[in-house]
């Protein structure tokens, strides 16, 4: 059946049939959802032959673009020499051995052993059964509880959504799930008040650690967190903040998982962005870039210190899923991983287009309207505001950031809404005419919503 030639009809079975996640299928049926039906390079192609520059990635994961003739050869290549073998019953093949070596080469030195699942939620569900795990071998096995932040995102699958800080994930379905603390966001901009944003950023990691000293260290097995939170609205946190509390947490004997999923793989200029915010993680949620989404997987990195105890004190890890280290999905991130070493994208990130569009991203804060403008490598947000000096938001009724996201997408831009928070995360081949392009949009975008907001009576 071929539908590409009839958008009503896609919308029509897409109304009556199709459960969409984070949306209200109601609300959506009732409006019909946009048909994307192409994608090259940065950008997209709607079924009405519409462009639009992906400043997105996808959702955050096209990290090498979109079409790339040498990952679709590489997994096409891996479906006819071995469609589908598990990685379960003393048998591994050789695509998921050769992504095991090369994800030693690039994570921190202290990686080298990985698990393989279908997703990031998939890999923060691992973590959490790996980390009890260890400290019951260790003798410890009081040391269950997880210290994770407000406003964090993790994933959606039952430990995952608990370890995230979104009331209204927790709100459905009975979670979280007992034996997980959240601990403030370093969201400067939100909770800062009048403190400098390093005086904040040492102020939520002291809340942080008193916390952890209230519950007691003695049974707090690790804490969760996003180098830069992603979903909450990119949250760049102050620099003096991932410092002492990773100090603090070395000093407690608490295990530190970095949540990788949107910073990894180059995103912020670095590999991995721990390196970034000079943490030392045990363990590494890795997903969406290391395929640059092409094909679904997850990966778990487990530290020398943990890897360890599983393999000389541990018996049978009686855990896994049917696609750990699908061939096809491991053959994506080994065209990948190749693909950002060979190009030298990270790199690129680093010094090239990641500065080129900070400076110009810098300038959409001029704006009225607009509070800060951040960015970091190849991941950025603007925050709208009523009054930049009180750092006023809007009432949550006016939904500016949802005008503003349909401004975007009509202007032929895709950015994503987090509230008041506009967010980009662009693919690593961005040029610099089309970061020119990005910013110009994103500044149409913001007249546009300025002049409704004023319409509208909100400012
Ligand atoms: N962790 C982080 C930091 C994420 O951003 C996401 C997804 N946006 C996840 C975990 C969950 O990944 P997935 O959607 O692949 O389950």
């Given at each position: 059946?071929?539908?590409?030639?009839?958008?009503?009809?896609?919308?029509?079975?897409?109304?009556?049939?199709?459960?969409?996640?984070?949306?209200?299928?109601?609300?959506?049926?009732?409006?019909?959802?946009?048909?994307?039906?192409?994608?090259?390079?940065?950008?997209?192609?709607?079924?009405?032959?519409?462009?639009?520059?992906?400043?997105?990635?996808?959702?955050?994961?096209?990290?090498?673009?979109?079409?790339?003739?040498?990952?679709?050869?590489?997994?096409?290549?891996?479906?006819?020499?071995?469609?589908?073998?598990?990685?379960?019953?003393?048998?591994?093949?050789?695509?998921?051995?050769?992504?095991?070596?090369?994800?030693?080469?690039?994570?921190?030195?202290?990686?080298?052993?990985?698990?393989?699942?279908?997703?990031?939620?998939?890999?923060?569900?691992?973590?959490?059964?790996?980390?009890?795990?260890?400290?019951?071998?260790?003798?410890?096995?009081?040391?269950?509880?997880?210290?994770?932040?407000?406003?964090?995102?993790?994933?959606?699958?039952?430990?995952?959504?608990?370890?995230?800080?979104?009331?209204?994930?927790?709100?459905?379905?009975?979670?979280?799930?007992?034996?997980?603390?959240?601990?403030?966001?370093?969201?400067?901009?939100?909770?800062?008040?009048?403190?400098?944003?390093?005086?904040?950023?040492?102020?939520?990691?002291?809340?942080?650690?008193?916390?952890?000293?209230?519950?007691?260290?003695?049974?707090?097995?690790?804490?969760?967190?996003?180098?830069?939170?992603?979903?909450?609205?990119?949250?760049?946190?102050?620099?003096?903040?991932?410092?002492a509390l990773s100090a603090g947490l070395k000093?407690?004997?608490?295990?530190?998982?970095?949540?990788?999923?949107?910073?990894?793989?180059?995103?912020?200029?670095?590999?991995?962005?721990?390196?970034?915010?000079?943490?030392?993680?045990?363990?590494?949620?890795?997903?969406?870039?290391?395929?640059?989404?092409?094909?679904?997987?997850?990966?778990?990195?487990?530290?020398?210190?943990?890897?360890?105890?599983?393999?000389?004190?541990?018996?049978?890890?009686?855990?896994?899923?049917?696609?750990?280290?699908?061939?096809?999905?491991?053959?994506?991130?080994?065209?990948?991983?190749?693909?950002?070493?060979?190009?030298?994208?990270?790199?690129?990130?680093?010094?090239?287009?990641?500065?080129y569009l900070k400076q110009k991203w810098k300038?959409?804060?001029?704006?009225?309207?607009?509070?800060?403008?951040?960015?970091?490598?190849?991941?950025?947000?603007?925050?709208?505001?009523?009054?930049?000096?009180?750092?006023?938001?809007?009432?949550?009724?006016?939904?500016i950031g949802m005008i503003a996201r349909e401004?975007?997408?009509?202007?032929?831009?895709?950015?994503?809404?987090?509230?008041?928070?506009?967010?980009?995360?662009?693919?690593?081949?961005?040029?610099?005419?089309?970061?020119?392009?990005?910013?110009?949009?994103?500044?149409?975008?913001?007249?546009?919503?300025?002049?409704?907001?004023?319409?509208?009576?909100?400012?």
């Amino acid at each position: 059946m071929t539908l590409s030639n009839s958008t009503a009809e896609i919308r029509r079975l897409d109304a009556a049939h199709h459960l969409h996640p984070f949306t209200n299928t109601r609300e959506l049926n009732a409006r019909g959802a946009r048909v994307i039906t192409q994608s090259s390079g940065v950008y997209l192609q709607d079924s009405e032959g519409n462009r639009i520059l992906d400043g997105m990635s996808g959702l955050w994961c096209v990290n090498a673009g979109h079409g790339r003739r040498d990952i679709i050869d590489a997994v096409s290549r891996q479906l006819e020499e071995l469609t589908f073998y598990n990685t379960f019953f003393n048998t591994t093949h050789p695509s998921v051995a050769e992504l095991s070596g090369l994800l030693s080469e690039v994570t921190p030195p202290q990686f080298n052993y990985f698990h393989y699942t279908g997703s990031g939620s998939e890999s923060n569900d691992t973590i959490f059964r790996l980390v009890r795990y260890y400290w019951e071998l260790e003798g410890k096995p009081e040391k269950s509880i997880f210290i994770s932040r407000r406003g964090g995102y993790h994933g959606s699958t039952v430990a995952a959504a608990s370890l995230g800080g979104f009331g209204s994930m927790h709100k459905q379905g009975g979670l979280p799930i007992a034996g997980i603390y959240h601990a403030p966001s370093p969201d400067w901009w939100s909770y800062g008040g009048d403190m400098s944003s390093d005086e904040f950023g040492l102020h939520v990691a002291h809340q942080t650690l008193s916390l952890i000293d209230a519950i007691g260290s003695d049974r707090i097995g690790a804490m969760i967190g996003e180098p830069i939170m992603g979903a909450g609205g990119v949250i760049v946190p102050p620099k003096t903040y991932w410092p002492a509390l990773s100090a603090g947490l070395k000093e407690r004997d608490i295990l530190l998982i970095s949540d990788e999923v949107i910073c990894g793989f180059g995103r912020t200029g670095e590999w991995f962005g721990c390196e970034l915010m000079g943490t030392e993680p045990d363990f590494l949620t890795m997903a969406k870039g290391i395929t640059s989404g092409y094909i679904p997987l997850g990966a778990v990195g487990v530290s020398d210190r943990v890897a360890k105890v599983l393999l000389e004190k541990g018996g049978e890890f009686a855990h896994g899923h049917t696609y750990s280290g699908h061939p096809a999905a491991c053959a994506a991130a080994i065209a990948t991983l190749k693909i950002l070493r060979e190009e030298k994208l990270v790199d690129r990130v680093r010094t090239d287009i990641g500065p080129y569009l900070k400076q110009k991203w810098k300038t959409l804060a001029d704006h009225p309207i607009v509070g800060e403008a951040v960015i970091e490598g190849l991941i950025g947000a603007f925050q709208f505001t009523k009054d930049k000096s009180s750092r006023k938001g809007f009432d949550e009724d006016a939904r500016i950031g949802m005008i503003a996201r349909e401004h975007s997408f009509k202007n032929g831009l895709v950015m994503r809404a987090v509230g008041d928070r506009m967010v980009i995360a662009p693919p690593f081949t961005l040029t610099h005419e089309e970061a020119d392009e990005l910013v110009s949009i994103a500044q149409k975008v913001i007249e546009l919503t300025y002049a409704d907001a004023k319409s509208n009576g909100l400012i």
